[in-house]
């Protein structure tokens, strides 16, 4: 494909990302950045200091919903995409209305159980929806071992498959970023390859 092929298919692409914290704000940017024409943002929690350690925001976003500081950010690097900004929190009831018509689904939200409800609700249900999704990117050393797997059809994982927290208890910018680089590179050629 040509530069402008992917340009205009990119362009042309819908994506929900859920969870908008170290993995689902840097991946908004990146797909922002790469000219992706409409994505969904899903979270219902606000910019807090202690996120500032792997987030996009910045400490004048303190105190915002994710969804309105994210939708500044990414209105300043690419005014031409269309952004819903949700605020709300996924439960099994609403993920229907979330994620419906909507071909590819990035689930980036830190809850395990909230992450795999999301993850078979929408595989059970939308046959034709890719997800995905990311786990196990904290603690500080190699950052070589994210990788990112098919686990199933439909489904494409990213991070190194451990918790990484019994080195540190935290999580930090350079590990969550890279899982979120998989991710919306992973994104990026799913929808560049689909005809």
Known sequence: MTYEEIRDKLSESKVVIAGLG???????????????????????????ESNLNRQLYTVEDIGKPKTEALEEI????NP????????TKITKDNVKELVEGFPIVCEA?????????????????????????????????????????????????????????EETKIMMAPKVMICAGHQASKIIELLTDRS
Do not use: P
């Open 22 to 48: 170290g993995l689902g704000s840097n991946i908004a940017m990146m797909l922002t950045r790469s000219g992706i024409g409409h994505l969904r943002l899903i979270d219902y929690d606000v910019v807090d």
């Open 109 to 165: 939200m830190d809850k395990a159980e909230v992450k795999s409800m999301f993850v078979q609700e929408v595989l059970s249900n939308y046959s034709d929806t890719i997800v995905v999704s990311g786990n196990g990117m904290a603690g500080y050393k190699d950052a070589n071992s994210i990788s990112t797997k098919q686990k199933m059809s439909r489904l494409y994982v990213c991070g190194d498959n451990t918790t990484g927290l």
């Open 74 to 77: 990414l209105m300043k690097i």
């Open 80 to 87: 031409k995409s269309h952004y819903d900004m949700i605020n």
